[in-house]
């Protein structure tokens, strides 16, 4: 008996020291190197992979002479936001020098935004017409601002369509069968892109106080909006603001209507608002800065980058249609 339970404290030990065993070698185990860092943030919808990268403002710089303050004249601070955000595509919105686009006055443009110029579209805003002519704006810009005279063309930013139009429609036909309208229209048909950005200068809708809403261009919308088009882009008004996507009528619809994004940012001046606009989510005026669009096959997601000081503004995501 006595030998019997001598074995059995035997084996019992045995066990015993198996056991031990096992736990320590699990304790003292490695993690797989692919294991998901627990602290880390969860990637948001910015961290997708495969977005071309579109940066755009308006309204841009003064004439040489003029000084440079908190308030006015901001073009190489916001050069430089464009510069750090490595675009592969910039849109100068229009006005791209004041008070009048002439040789003279796009030397500030030259000094800040020019660095930009091989990757820049530009669109014709007021001010080109001002003086002179647009003569200047054409030889600075050449090819980059469509055919001399002209200003409406068309390209490709990544997987995006984008086309360019002219809306100072006393200069140019802005209707459905002026030369413009007609190319607009032929060549929406012909782009076969999921996704597609418009940009002209005066916007369709704005709360701003110094032009609000501009019903010269709603031809141009109901063209947009009726050919599936996603985003407009304008200037014009020296403030941010941003539009949920509708129609021409004034009619808030994600499926058939467009968002809208005004960007008069780019360094001249800002000014204030009036009564807010429907549909109106996002308004900004205390600061100048750019818009950044990431453009992904099936979508877009958008920043406004603000001059330094400047808080979140507005940015977010949204599908195509």
């Known amino acids: 008996m006595t030998r019997w339970w001598g074995r059995r404290r035997q084996l019992l030990a045995v066990v015993v020291s198996v056991v031990l065993a096992s736990v320590l070698a699990a304790c003292s185990t490695t993690p797989p190197t692919d294991a998901p860092d627990i602290d880390a943030p969860a990637a948001g919808p910015t961290a997708r992979a495969g977005g071309a990268t579109l940066v755009a403002a308006g309204d841009v710089a003064c004439v040489p002479d003029i000084e440079v303050t908190d308030q006015q004249c901001r073009q190489e601070a916001t050069a430089d936001l464009v510069e750090s955000l490595s675009p592969d595509a910039v849109l100068v919105l229009g006005d791209t020098a004041y008070e009048e686009v002439t040789v003279d006055s796009l030397k500030s443009y030259d000094a800040s935004w020019g660095r930009f110029l091989d990757k820049t579209h530009a669109v014709v805003g007021n001010h080109e017409y001002y003086g002179d002519g647009p003569d200047a ?16 063309y068309s390209f490709d930013v990544g997987t995006w369509h984008v086309v360019i139009l002219n809306s100072e429609c006393e200069h140019v036909g802005c209707d459905a069968d002026s030369d413009q309208g007609e190319w607009l229209a032929a060549d929406l048909a012909e782009s076969p892109a999921r996704c597609t950005l418009a940009a002209f200068h005066r916007p369709r809708f704005s709360s701003g106080d110094e032009w609000g809403d501009d019903e010269s261009v709603s031809g141009f919308w109901q063209v947009l909006q009726d050919a599936g088009v996603d985003v407009v882009l304008n200037g014009h008004e020296h403030s941010y603001e941003r539009f949920a996507p509708q129609r021409d009528s004034g009619r808030a619809t994600a499926e058939e209507g467009m968002a809208e994004f005004v960007v008069g940012t780019g360094g001249r001046n800002l000014r204030g608002f009036k009564d807010t606009k429907p549909n109106s989510e996002v308004r900004w005026n205390d600061s100048f800065g750019v818009l950044g669009l990431t453009l992904y096959a099936d979508g877009y997601d958008w920043r406004f980058h603000g001059t330094p000081g400047t808080p979140e503004v507005d940015q977010g995501s949204a599908p195509c249609r």
Do not use: P
């Open 137 to 152: 704006y054409w030889n600075y810009f050449g090819d980059r601002a469509g055919t001399h005279g002209e200003g409406w």
